[in-house]
């Protein structure tokens, strides 16, 4: 829809992570972006919307004439970290809208912001970490969130720990969920592609999809994996499906010490159609991670109608509840063994199946695009 009204107020957005590897946090962004204008304030919102990334994304065109793009000037991560606040300001920008944290010489200039913090895991977990990390993140994380206009975050979870780890009142922190929606490939097509592009079994599989690091629990579903397999023959053609991107050869040794490396399928980074098609295909999906400040790939499995487990801690008790079969210890194979051997049996009625799908439909790209907009209304 063409709108001709003017726009003296100008939100530049951070998108720098829309050009790095694919996670969550991207996914969160893009969906936004995409359902800015679905949302019911879009047309009365007197906002231009400056996107500020290193390339040109295809989702920029959603905004319509409401949207243009700036080319990030510098191109180091430090540059990039540093100059974004005087790039946004000299371009003319009323508000900024950063992911995680915000860099010093936003003060500097005087540049109003709203920053989305997805999680404070670095603090609640800190052995997933490095020191330079925890450390450059304790700073610039507190100092961020302590000079936001707003905050805005994905869970009651990363709520509760930022206000508790930075002092801040709720009345400064807005929760805007992830969410899921239909892929728009066709299943043949999807299917057709992920038989021919990776290693999927023509056999029942669980699966498991995310970043491949340890925080995730991969080993453990591994062991898992195998304990159950050996422990009841009429699960011995059952495979394991692990994709994502990360370092998958530590994982192809455990699974060749344990004598299942012929039924353990490590696909690395996968298309959506490939995604898709795992999905459908999959038996059960496990999420036995350590901690989580959502959780999205569990909803996403939801949204396919498949039995889950999953930890009992972090965001995941909250997004998870009360459908998921949960890990009271990630850290214990035989805890997931049990588990996953609740979820196989459910797995075959269909009636679950309905329940899950509506579970996750309560989650919506809209209404979280609408949170978002009321907060960058109310900063106008």
């Known amino acids: 829809m063409q709108n001709t009204r003017r726009h003296p107020f100008v939100l530049g957005i951070d998108c720098h992570i829309l050009d790095e590897l694919k996670q969550g946090s991207q996914t969160y ?28 994304h295809q989702v920029y065109e959603a905004l319509g004439d409401r949207g243009t793009w700036s080319r990030i000037r510098r191109s180091s991560k430090m540059g990039r970290f540093l100059d974004l606040p005087l790039q946004m300001k000299a371009e003319g920008c009323s508000l900024g809208w950063y992911q995680y944290n915000v860099a010093p010489t ?47 975050t994905i869970s009651t979870y990363s709520k509760q720990a930022i206000m508790n780890l930075y002092g801040i009142t709720p009345d400064r922190i807005t929760i805007a969920p992830c969410a899921v929606e239909a892929m728009e490939s066709s299943e043949s097509d999807a299917t057709s592609e992920a038989r021919a592009d990776s290693a999927i079994p023509d056999a029942e599989y669980l699966l498991y999809l995310g970043r491949l690091d340890p925080r995730k629990n991969l080993d453990n579903i591994i062991r898992a994996f195998s304990r159950l397999t050996e422990s009841d023959p009429d699960l011995n053609g059952l495979h394991l499906v692990l994709a994502g991107p990360g370092d998958t050869e530590a994982h192809r040794k455990l699974a060749s010490a344990h004598g299942i490396a012929d039924r353990v399928h490590l696909l690395g980074e996968v298309s959506d159609d490939v995604k898709e098609t795992l999905y459908r295909g999959c038996r059960v999906f496990v999420y036995p991670s350590y901690g989580e400040g959502f959780g999205l790939p569990v909803l996403e499995a939801f949204a396919h109608g498949k039995e889950v487990v999953t930890s009992r801690n972090s965001s995941l008790e909250e997004i998870a509840s009360p459908y998921a079969h949960f890990v ?17 049996t459910q797995s075959r ?13 309560r989650y919506s790209w809209t209404a979280s695009a609408e949170t978002v907009l009321r907060v960058i209304q109310s900063c106008i």
């Open 349 to 361: 009625d269909q009636n679950r199946s309905a329940l899950l799908e509506n579970h996750a439909n």
């Open 328 to 344: 009271y210890d990630p850290g214990d194979p035989d805890a997931i063994v049990a588990a996953i051997g609740e979820a196989l």
């Open 106 to 152: 936003a003060r500097l200039v005087h540049h109003p912001f709203i920053v989305t913090i997805h999680d404070v895991l670095y603090r609640a977990m800190p052995e997933y970490y490095s020191l330079p990390m925890r450390t450059r993140l304790g700073i610039l994380c507190r100092t961020s969130a302590k000079r936001a206009r707003h905050i805005l």
């Open 29 to 56: 962004l893009h969906s936004l972006l995409a359902h800015f204008p679905r949302t019911a304030l879009w047309s009365d919102l007197p906002v231009q919307f400056r996107m500020f990334s290193a390339l040109r």
